[in-house]
């Protein structure tokens, strides 16, 4: 098959070329960086020329409320009609486990409209909603630093290493479309607060993290409901304690 993946450059795009070429796969990594453009258009109906599938795990570079909307209105509608006038007959989008219910933030609500526009779209398609990427918690660690703390709530959680994530785009992307959602997770849950705090020591960071149910995570407080995923999500195996010491050189 012929698989475009927008966004092939990033973080997860990377890994999802290499596991679709690994199996014998046409794969075309379309990003800015190799000259196609979901917001100005440029390079992406000659991208899509005789592909099949579209898979989109392309990021906002701009995560403020009206930028990170723009990007993924933009994007996702200049993305759909090209998809339809190439023929494409499945769309896999990467959002994010808990997108309807963590509307108060403006990156969540971009990632809804960003679903809502495919949905709506006549083209086939799968959304594959994950956890966060262990790979991430560096970031939400220090967004939520303030000196030497890190404030942050005990919120459940089930993150996921970004080489599931891929494995599970690239079963996902060669099997048929479900026209709905399906939710990818790790294998255990934790709770935010110590998820970050097991990082920092794991890295010998002196900051502390503090629990505190207020704290906000992505400007909003969460609670067990808001990050988890439902009893049907398929599982990736790999435990965050074995990812920290393949990740973190040993001293
Ligand atoms: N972080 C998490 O924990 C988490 C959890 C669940 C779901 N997700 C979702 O996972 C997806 C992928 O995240 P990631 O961390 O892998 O992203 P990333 O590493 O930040 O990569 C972003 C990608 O988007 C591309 N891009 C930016 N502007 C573009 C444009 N105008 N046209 C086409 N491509 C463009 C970039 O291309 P260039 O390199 O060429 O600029 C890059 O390939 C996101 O949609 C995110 O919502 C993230």
């Not at 596991?19 to 979901?38: D, F, I, M």
């Not at 990632?111 to 086939?124: G, R, V, Y």
């Not at 799968?126 to 942050?152: H, M, N, P, Y």
């Not at 995570?217 to 439902?230: A, F, H, K, R």
Request: hydrophobic share 45%.
């Amino acid at each position: 098959m012929k698989i475009v993946i927008i966004g092939g450059s990033g973080l997860i795009g990377k890994k999802l070329v290499n596991n679709l070429r690994q199996r014998g796969h046409e794969v075309v990594p379309a990003s800015p960086s190799s000259g196609v453009n979901t917001i100005t258009g440029e390079g992406l109906a000659a991208a899509l020329v005789g592909a099949q599938v579209v898979v989109d795990v392309a990021n906002a570079p701009l995560w403020e409320d009206k930028a990170v909307l723009e990007f993924f209105e933009t994007s996702g509608r200049n993305l759909l009609v090209a998809e339809a006038n190439a023929g494409v007959g499945h769309h896999v989008a990467l959002s994010v486990v808990g997108t309807d219910r963590l509307l108060a933030s403006g990156y969540f609500r971009a990632k809804m409209a960003q679903e809502t526009m495919i949905k709506a779209s006549p083209i086939p398609y799968t959304i594959v909603r994950a956890t966060q990427f262990f790979e991430f918690v560096g970031a939400i660690a220090q967004s939520a630093t303030d000196g030497q703390t890190v404030r942050l709530p005990p919120a459940l959680m089930q993150p996921i290493v970004s080489d599931d994530v891929a494995a599970a785009m690239a079963d996902v992307a060669v099997e048929k479309p479900v026209n709905g959602t399906v939710e990818l997770a790790g294998p255990e849950p934790i709770r935010l607060d110590e998820l970050v705090r097991r990082y920092l020591s794991a890295n010998r960071d002196a900051r502390k993290v503090t629990t505190d149910v207020h704290a906000r995570y992505s400007g909003i407080e969460v609670n067990d409901q808001s990050l988890t995923p439902g009893k049907s999500a398929r599982l990736g195996p790999t435990r965050f304690e074995d990812w920290l010491s393949r990740a973190i050189p040993q001293r």
